[in-house]
T-cell receptor, first 114, second 113 residues
């Protein structure tokens, strides 16, 4: 149990579908992150939230829309995705946005866009 | 952020110590050394971090050279479950507005019976 859960664990969607990824952290942390890991590529940071406020958008296309209703929940809304968006999407949290605090990762959602 | 260099892959026999090196010759005084690992198709797992002093926790030990230009992660008694990609990341956690981790290719550690 990492303290960070993600649902669903696997998702297959067509390019015209709309779906959402959910992340929940049970650690009392204030900062949450979305990462993308494509096949044979390093993890890439997508979004950072601190106290529900988005503090970083790492040049992510608008077809990815994050939402953070409170410090414990983070969503990634997906619409009109492309096949190249197929990847492992990882959520993470840390105690604070700044400081030498480790990030705790969820198990990820394996997304396949057909 | 300082660049890190790690070997692409390493092997280790089960029960033996695994010593994973990381070079960070351009590290600045405020930058910490972090280690994470990623077991196949799972989320990365935090292992340990340090600034200047050597650190030890229940998972591993981190040895940082006196000049801080390199470090070694030590898994004292490797098991098959330690087979993973290990990432060494150098980062000033107080700069840039947030603690941004930049993952490289890491070292693929294979523990064999």
């Amino acid at each position: 149990e990492t303290g960070v859960t993600q649902t669903p664990r696997h998702l297959v969607m067509g390019m015209t579908n709309k779906k959402s990824l959910k992340c929940e952290q049970h650690l009392g942390h204030n900062a949450m992150y979305w990462y993308k890991q494509s096949a044979k590529k390093p993890l890439e940071l997508m979004f950072v939230y601190n106290f529900k406020e988005q503090t970083e958008n790492n040049s992510v296309p608008s077809r990815f829309s994050p939402e953070c209703p409170n410090s414990s929940h983070l969503f990634l809304h997906l619409h009109t995705l492309q096949p190249e968006d197929s990847a492992l999407y990882l959520c993470a949290s840390s105690r604070e946005r700044q400081g030498p605090y480790e990030q705790y990762f969820g198990p990820g959602t394996r997304l396949t866009v057909t | 952020d300082a660049k890190t260099t790690q070997p692409t892959s390493m092997d280790c026999a089960e029960g033996r110590a695994a010593n994973l090196p990381c070079n960070h010759s351009t590290i600045s005084g405020n930058e910490y050394v972090y280690w994470y690992r990623q077991i196949h198709s799972q989320g990365p797992q935090y292992i340990i971090h340090g600034l200047k002093n050597n650190e030890t926790n229940e998972m591993a030990s981190l040895i940082i050279t006196e000049d801080r230009k390199s470090s070694t992660l030590i898994l004292p008694h490797a098991t098959l479950r330690d087979t993973a990609v290990y990432y060494c990341i150098v980062r000033d956690p107080f700069s840039g507005g947030y603690n941004k981790l930049i993952f490289g290719a890491g070292t693929r550690l294979a523990v064999h019976p």
